[in-house]
Nanobody, 117 residues
């Protein structure tokens, strides 16, 4: 079983930046063999894909975050990151990492990001 633990969320003003981290642990061998994604769920909305990074190194971003968010990974430390810049109030959500495509059994607790003045 793989555990994914997100961290790095918080309260930030519009225009600010945050970097989220997701550490994978448990029964996972060759973390670099897995495509990973960041997802978010805002109050009253469905969970959506924010960014994905495939094992081939290609990226996929939601239109709403293109040019502002960057996904990256450190395979040696089984960690995936989401650098978020120029944050907007509409980015407020709980952010989760998971495999890409998702494994329903791998959702973690997420990390809350609140963008507000």
């Amino acid at each position: 079983q793989v555990q994914l633990v997100e961290s790095g969320g918080g309260l930030v003003q519009p225009g600010g930046s945050l970097r989220l981290s997701c550490a994978a642990s448990g029964t996972i061998f060759g973390f670099g063999r897995y495509s990973m994604g960041w997802y978010r769920q805002a109050p009253g909305k469905q969970r959506e894909l924010v960014a994905a990074l495939t094992i081939a190194g290609s990226t996929n971003y939601a239109d709403s975050v293109k040019g502002r968010f960057t996904i990256s990974r450190d395979n040696a430390n089984n960690t995936v990151y989401l650098q978020m810049s120029s944050l907007k109030p509409e980015d407020t959500a709980v952010y989760y990492c998971n495999f890409y495509p998702v494994r329903q059994t791998s959702w973690g607790q997420g990390t809350q990001v609140t963008v507000s003045s």
